[in-house]
């Protein structure tokens, strides 16, 4: 059983920060690539952020400047610190571990449950 859980979201006003974390568990042997997403009611789920096995980034044009992700890969966690939040930044957001290796060998996308960031103008 493999889970990704998030934690640090909830209510901000407009131009404070916030730091989500997301940690990885169970039977994995390697986690590549992970990710934020976000998903905001009535509209669709967008990539906000991304790092490589090798520490490249991308990043939501919209965020640029104002989010940082980062890992710990022995902990196989990622974390998203969003500064400057604006209440458009309002969403669930969510991990994404598209390329983790179980112990099947095989690649499996694993996702979180979400955590709800609010940001309040």
């Known amino acids: 059983q493999v889970q990704l859980v998030e934690s640090g979201g909830g209510l901000v006003q407009a131009g404070g920060s916030q730091r989500l974390s997301c940690a990885a568990s169970?039977?994995?042997?390697?986690?590549?690539?992970m990710a934020w997403y976000r998903q905001a009611p009535g509209k669709q789920r967008e990539l906000v952020a991304r790092?490589?096995?090798?520490?490249?980034?991308t990043y939501l044009d919209s965020v640029k400047g104002r989010f940082t992700i980062s890992r710990d890969s022995a902990k196989n966690t990622v974390y998203l610190q969003m500064t400057s939040l604006k209440p458009e930044d309002t969403a669930v957001y969510y991990c994404?571990?598209?390329?983790?290796?179980?112990?099947?060998?095989?690649?499996?996308?694993?996702w979180g449950r979400g955590t709800q960031v609010t940001v309040s103008s």
């Open positions: 994404d571990a598209p390329q983790a290796l179980g112990i099947d060998l095989r690649p499996h996308d694993y």
């Open positions: 169970g039977s994995i042997l390697n986690i590549n690539t």
């Open positions: 790092v490589s096995g090798d520490g490249r980034t």
